[in-house]
C-alpha cells in the first residue's frame, strides 16, 4: 500500500498516548481511509441525480464516469445514499 501524501488533522490527547501510539493510530486511519477511497466502494455508495434529463441513476457505468470528471456539468449532482 502507498502511503498517500495527505493532510490529516488528527487530535488526540498527548497525555494519554505516547508518540508510537500516535504513530499507529494514524497508520490504521490511513489504511481505513485507503479502503473506503477505493473507486469501486465510491461507485457503490453514490447516485448520479441529472436533472436536465430528469433522471435518478446508480449504474456502475454511469456513475463511474461522473466520479472521474474533474468539474461536473450545471445540475448534474452527485448523491451519497447513506
Not at 469501486?40 to 441529472?50: G, R
Amino acid at each position: 500500500m502507498n502511503n498517500l501524501n495527505r493532510d490529516l488533522l488528527v487530535l488526540f490527547n498527548q497525555e494519554l498516548m505516547s508518540p508510537q501510539a500516535i504513530e499507529h493510530e494514524v497508520g490504521l486511519l490511513h489504511e481505513l481511509l485507503y479502503d473506503v477511497e477505493r473507486i469501486d466502494n465510491l461507485v457503490t455508495a453514490h447516485e448520479v441525480i441529472n436533472l436536465n434529463k430528469y433522471i435518478v441513476t446508480n449504474k456502475y457505468k454511469d456513475v463511474r464516469e461522473v466520479l472521474k470528471q474533474t468539474e461536473l456539468r450545471p445540475f448534474i449532482f452527485l448523491n451519497n445514499k447513506n
